[in-house]
């Protein structure tokens, strides 16, 4: 069965900090894409990354860096220099890109890590 | 600006009265969606839509309906039927439909928090 754990449920760091969200999956297929979503006390949810499952590539985008590893079904978030703003709840996220036609395919969310930044 | 406005922001519910949220886009997106937010159980799919007039059950369709007639626009009733329906809404849309659709990015609304009185 899919699935994706996040076994992180809060964490609060001090800014500056640097700190890593974890996010282990579980899946069948070959193909498939993973996201990182951040959900601020705003409530909405906003797109930070998406990987597909061929592209083992670290990414760098400002203090946020993403490690992918498909060896342990890993995709971490690693926040360098974590400031007050990056409080929020940050999901990570399954998609399976089966060639079948079908609509019963699906998102496969975590259940969120809550991070705190503390000034 | 493009996006998606949830109305209203809060909501608040009756027993055995339906109630209904809005949601639309203006991003000209294929697939819309709704999903139920728990405390501590992440994201749930109630309804989804890739299309005008179609509409596919998510995982947790039971008290609750939905309708496309419009490309912008994809409302939730929350029915009677729905015996907790106390949570917080969150419509999200896709630009791409069919298998495609769950490989893009979601652009969301700000939600709407449910309570009943």
């Known amino acids: 069965a899919q699935k994706v754990t996040q076994a992180q449920t809060e964490i609060s760091v001090v800014e500056k900090e640097d700190v890593t969200l974890d996010c282990v999956y579980e899946?069948?297929?070959?193909?498939?894409?993973l996201f990182w979503y951040k959900q601020p006390p705003s409530g909405e949810l906003v797109f930070l990354i998406r990987?597909?499952?061929?592209d083992e590539q670290n990414e760098i985008s400002g203090r946020y860096s993403w490690n992918f590893q498909k060896s342990t079904s890993s995709f971490n978030f690693t926040i360098t220099a974590s400031q007050v703003v990056d409080s929020a709840v940050y999901f990570c996220?399954?998609?399976?890109?089966?060639?079948?036609?079908?609509?019963?395919?699906?998102?496969?969310w975590g259940l969120g890590t809550s991070l705190a930044v503390n000034p | 600006d493009g996006g998606i406005t949830q109305s209203p922001k809060y909501l608040f519910r009756k027993e055995g009265q339906n109630v209904t949220l809005s949601c639309e886009q203006n991003?000209?997106?294929?697939?819309m969606y709704w999903y139920r937010q728990d405390p501590g159980q992440g994201l749930r799919l109630i309804y989804y839509?890739?299309?005008?007039?179609?509409?596919q059950k998510g995982d947790i369709a039971e008290g609750y309906s939905v309708s496309r007639e419009k490309k912008e626009s994809f409302p939730l009733t929350v029915t009677s039927a729905q015996k907790n329906p106390t949570a917080f809404y969150l419509c999200?849309?896709?630009?791409?439909?069919?298998?495609?659709?769950?490989?893009?990015?979601?652009?969301f609304g700000s939600g709407t928090q449910l309570s009943v009185l």
């Open positions: 990987r597909n499952s061929f």
């Open positions: 996220a399954l998609s399976e890109a089966r060639g079948s036609a079908g609509n019963n395919r699906k998102l496969i």
């Open positions: 899946t069948r297929d070959t193909t498939y894409y």
């Open positions: 839509s890739q299309i005008v007039n179609d509409f």
């Open positions: 999200a849309s896709s630009p791409r439909t069919g298998s495609a659709a769950t490989n893009e990015k979601l652009f």
């Open positions: 991003l000209n997106h294929d697939a």
